[in-house]
T-cell receptor
Framework: ETGVTQSPTHLIKTRGQQVTLRCSSQ?????VSWYQQALGQGPQFIFQ???????GRGNFPPRFSGLQFPNYSSELNVNALELDDSALYLC?????????????FGEGSRLTVL | GDSVTQMEGPVTLSEEAFLTINCTYT??????LFWYVQYPGEGLQLLLK?????DKGSNKGFEATYRKETTSFHLEKGSVQVSDSAVYFC???????????FGAGTRLAVHP
């Protein structure tokens, strides 16, 4: 069974640039959620994708967008990067959207914005 | 809105000591409650869960009881090991679509 994998693991961007982060979900999982974890904080929900559609969104501006592909992998795109976007971005997959709370997380992509 | 508050860390213990990490929550409705753990260099993992009042979740010697009257879900372990050193996150769900709301995390360091 393949777990959740994310790429890249680390990256550095400058203010105003755009970034794309990628996630492969665990085998058999059709739902992907993205979280932002600032240093010393808990993860915050960005949005969720189910069957290639956005299925719920947290309190993040529209410059945070995503995609899900037919193989259930996903991308997180952030435009017009700001210094406060520096964080660990976590992808989590699950089998469906029921409130089981059983999410399987990747190790994350650490983004630094200078 | 819904929120989770955990005790601040770091918590530093000697091996075989008793562990308590406090967690309280604010939520409308009847959330499910979770503890996730993040070991160094690894992704977050579900440690245990409880879905209704008075339920006790347990795993790997850790336990937590869903207390509706005190809105709490404290994590306990009777005898910690060095391998338990990690960051522990309390979380709740209930807003639909399996969205989790996390606390800020508590770092546990266990020394031999």
């Amino acid at each position: 069974e393949t777990g959740v994998t994310q790429s890249p693991t680390h990256l550095i961007k400058t203010r105003g640039q755009q970034v794309t982060l990628r996630c492969s979900s665990q085998s058999g999982h059709n739902t992907v959620s993205w979280y932002q974890q600032a240093l010393g904080q808990g993860p915050q929900f960005i949005f969720q994708y189910y069957r290639e559609e956005e299925n719920g969104r947290g309190n993040f501006p529209p410059r945070f967008s995503g995609l899900q592909f037919p193989n259930y992998s996903s991308e997180l795109n952030v435009n017009a990067l700001e210094l406060d976007d520096s964080a660990l971005y976590l992808c989590a997959s699950s089998a469906g959207t029921d409130d089981t709370g059983e999410l399987f997380f990747g190790e994350g992509s650490r983004l630094t914005v200078l | 809105g819904d929120s989770v508050t955990q005790m601040e860390g770091p918590v530093t213990l000697s091996e075989e000591a008793f562990l308590t990490i406090n967690c309280t929550y604010t939520a409308t409705g009847y959330p499910s409650l979770f503890w996730y753990v993040q070991y160094p260099g690894e992704g977050l993992q579900l440690l245990l869960k409880a879905t209704k009042a008075d339920d006790k979740g347990s795993n790997k010697g850790f336990e937590a009881t869903y207390r509706k009257e005190t809105t709490s879900f404290h994590l306990e372990k009777g005898s910690v090991q060095v391998s338990d050193s990690a960051v522990y996150f309390c979380a709740l769900s209930g807003g639909g679509y399996n969205k989790l709301i996390f606390g800020a995390g508590t770092r546990l360091a266990v020394h031999p």
